[in-house]
Structures are given as C-alpha cells and as structure tokens.
C-alpha cells in the first residue's frame, strides 16, 4: 500500500517539476526575444524573407532572352539592405524601369558578398554586404527584374597591396606599389593571373543567377603621377593588352548563361585608329567581344568647348547623342551593342527630371540599345522616367 502512495505522489511531483521548468523556459525565452536589437530582428526577417526566396529557385537555368535595359545601378550597401531593395522594387515595379546593376566586386577590390571561392577566402578578399545573393536574385526575379553584376576589374587595391607583384609599380622606385591621387593601388591589366581571377568572380557570379556580367575599371589609371607609373605590358600596347584581355574574358564566359557587358569612357565612341585615350580603351576593341558596350556619356564629364558648349553639362540631348551616334557607326557589323550610362546626378547642372529624360530621349534616338541611370549614392527620384499605364 505504501508502495502504490509512493509511486503516485512522486508522480505528481514530476508533474509539477515539468510544468514550473516549461514556465521558467517559457519566461527567459520571452525575455531574450525582447531584448534583441531591431538590426537583430530584421535581419532575421530578411533570411527568413531569402529563405522563401531560395526555396522558389528553379533548379534549371536558362540564358533569358535579350531585352533592351532600362536600369539603375545600386552598391552593395543598397542592394543588401532589405528596405531599401523594396523601395527599388517597388520604383521598377511603376515605371518602365526593368534592369538593376549591382556591385558584387567595388573599387575597393572587396568581393562583396559570401563568396566560395578558395583564392578569395585564403586572401581576405571578400566585405560581405550581401548576405544572400542567390535569394536576392530570386527575389528580384519574382519582379520580373533583369539582374546585372558589376565588377571593378583593374582597379583594385585590395588585391594590389595583397600581392605586391601583382601590382602596378613606381617607375622611380620599382620597389614600391605605385599610387593613385586616391592612394589606391591598382593591379597590373597585363597580369594573366588577375585575368583568371576576374573571370573566376564572373563565374561565380553567374552561377549565382545573374543575367549579365558587366565589367567596369578595364582600362590603366587615368590619374595620379602618370609619368612614374611603370608599364609592363611584354612588349605590347596597352591598347593591345585591354583587347587581348577583352578576347580572353569573351571565350572564358561563352558557356555560361549570361550576357557580358564592359564599360568604357565615354570619349571612346569618338576615338578611332590607334587613339586609346592612353589608357587601353578602344571601342573598336570592345564591341568584338562583349554583348554590350556600356559608354559612359556623362555630358558633366566633357570639356568646355566640345561641340562649341561652355558649359556641355547644360546640353544633356546633344552632348549625350552625338557621342552615341558616333559610337554606333564603329558597332556597325559587330556583336556589341550600345548602351549608355546616363547622368542622374547634380554635376555641372542640376539633372532634374527634364534633363535625365532628354539624354534617354537622345539613346534611343541615335539607335543605342539601352540605358542605365547612374547615381553613385542610389538616389533616384523618379524624375524624368515614366510612369506604367
């Protein structure tokens, strides 16, 4: 009899023990969750938002049909923050806005998202801005939104002060890296290693679900102490490394599922011969190899004086299709197409919504196929650009 007393009472002991250790539980577990930080809980909510994403991947790609861009460009801060990739969403969702260019390798040299490459991870090369690039391109593909990434191919400081014999040198002392008026360091375009390394990125990066590869910084520096930089180019041009180089990247990237895309200066669509501004930038060149060739006709960024303007900055529609009529005419016959960077930033004039409207209305007037809206801090106003019916 003692015994059966025994065996109940312990079992309502237990039951009570259960219920006061699920309460205390239940308490320190409400407590923490109000304790996180906000940053805490939205970027829970942003990998939980990715996650859905992901899982909505198809698991077989195929290369998207060709379109005509009509995009903006975001950094890596902007395209990895949640809020504001659903403000730019909600913008391409009103307006005739199809197309985002996004950077997943800056001026800095960082790769900027979580990369798996092996040379990237034992150098220290990678700034993760982007948590989840697949889930994003995911996201942005559910919008129907054509996806560009943006890599600084030679420009890269990074890369330059972590393997010195990569680097550009100082002509006055070979010993040392030289420098830009930034103090950036720059790799050297004639290197075949750095080559391999910009089409490994490009790969990855298709691999991740871009549509198109564009490559930006393809040229030598353009400022600084340009009489110590020290070339070693093997003999060749440098026009004739950049075009060596453009040939390389081409057939690197003919199996994968993207298009690819190089951005030039702007002056270079009224260059011709051997003229390659001494940097290594011929459009000729380009179009031979690239889907698309991407002249930035910034009218802020031409002198006084071109076509009789003071002041060219104040003349978006003339300065912006004269410079693309006249690269149209060197893409004749070619596999490159032309699409412009536009100006959509105060410089030299204020660009409101008049004068971001008139250098489109000048793109598709000389024939150019595309453009895209370039505003180094993601500000876009909506001016100038149409609205959806």
Known sequence: MRYNIGMSFFSQKSIWIIFFATAIFAYIFVITLSQMTVAQIDELQIMSEFSEYSLRAPSIRIKPQPIKVKGLYLTAYSAGSSKKIDEIINFLDRTELNSIVIDIK??????????????????????????????LIAKLKTHNIYTIARISTFQD?????????????????????????????????ARPEIWSYTVSVAQEASKAG????????????????????????????????MGDFFKYFSEA???????????????????????????????????????????????????????????????PYEVVFNAMRAGQKQAVGQRGKLRAWVQAFNMGAIYDGDKIRAQIDAVDKSGA?????????NVYSGEGIEINS
């Open 106 to 135: 800056d001026y800095s040299g960082y790769v900027l998202y979580d990369s798996n490459l092996k040379f990237v991870n034992d150098n220290k090369l990678k700034d993760v801005r982007i948590k989840n690039l697949r889930a």
């Open 253 to 315: 990237m003919k199996d994968e599922l993207v298009y690819i895309s190089a951005d030039l200066f702007g002056l270079t669509t009224e260059k011709g011969g051997e003229d390659d501004m001494m940097i290594g930038q011929r459009l000729s060149d380009a179009v031979k190899y690239f889907d698309y060739v991407c002249p930035m006709v910034y009218p802020s960024h031409y002198p006084s004086g071109y076509l009789d303007f003071s002041n060219p900055a104040d003349h």
């Open 369 to 377: 196929d595309g453009w895209i809206l370039w505003n180094a801090r």
């Open 157 to 189: 400081p990074i890369l330059a002060e972590t393997k010195p014999e990569w680097a550009i040198k100082s002509k006055s002392n070979p010993e040392q890296l030289w420098r830009d008026k930034n103090n950036l360091a720059w790799v050297n375009a």
């Open 210 to 241: 871009f549509d198109e590869i564009n490559l930006d910084y393809i040229r030598f520096p353009t400022d600084g102490n340009m009489k110590d930089i020290l070339y070693e180019l093997n003999g060749r041009k440098r026009y004739e490394v």
